[in-house]
């Protein structure tokens, strides 16, 4: 599989054993994560719009069909695993997906208990036993956008709103209860279209 043509996805150069272990030698990006930077824009009260939201979600899904067509999915899609190319860079700021952790991945197929997912940013197949596949990454990315949607409204200084675990939801839902997650369409109001604030909540 070559992924060399994706410029959203970093590439794997080669892949070697060495003491004990094994090594991935991936392309270097200089850049910042997608995490550090929400957390420092919403700390100075400049959280992002719609335009940000989308110059970051868009190429993102670009890629993530490349690669799902191939038969990869990602598994651990979050703020963290997403650099955002620093200014002056062969296309600055554009975001790159890294960290598709075939290491993990493989654990992962031998066991639930040690599929890597972050709170919040996980998919119900993913803690439970449903089937995994391109649905589970799509799901996440929703999860994302919820995330930036959060964040929408923030003031410096003040909490964040929180997702809620997934085996909540879960079980509110099973109970014909509400679901507990706040919804974007409030989390997000006034910073977002109606349309996409729905399409989020739709994830």
Not at 20 to 42: F, K, N, Q, W
Not at 118 to 140: F, K, N, S
């Amino acid at each position: 599989m070559d992924f060399r043509d994706v410029s959203n996805i970093v590439i794997c150069r080669d892949v070697f054993r060495e003491n004990g272990t094994a090594y991935i030698v991936m392309d270097y990006v200089d850049g910042h994560s997608l995490g550090a930077l929400l957390a420092r824009r919403e700390s100075s009260g400049a959280p992002f719009d719609q335009r940000e939201m989308l110059a970051v979600v868009l190429p993102l899904l670009a890629a993530l069909k490349r690669v799902h067509a191939a038969g990869v999915p990602h598994r651990d899609i979050k703020p963290s695993n997403i650099l955002i190319r620093r200014t002056g860079a062969r296309e600055a700021d554009r975001p790159v997906l890294i960290d598709f952790g075939a290491a993990k991945q493989a654990v992962a197929d031998r066991t639930r208990s040690f599929a890597p997912y972050t709170e919040g940013l996980v998919a119900p197949e993913q803690v439970g036993d449903g089937r995994l596949g391109p649905w589970t990454d799509i799901y996440v990315v929703g999860a994302l956008m919820w995330r930036i949607g959060a964040g929408a409204n923030q003031r410096s200084g003040s909490a964040l709103i929180q997702p809620v675990k997934v085996e909540v939801r879960m079980m509110a839902i099973m109970r014909g209860e509400p679901d507990p997650m706040v919804p974007t369409q409030n989390a997000g109001a006034g910073k977002f279209s109606t349309s996409i604030l729905k399409a989020i909540d739709r994830f």
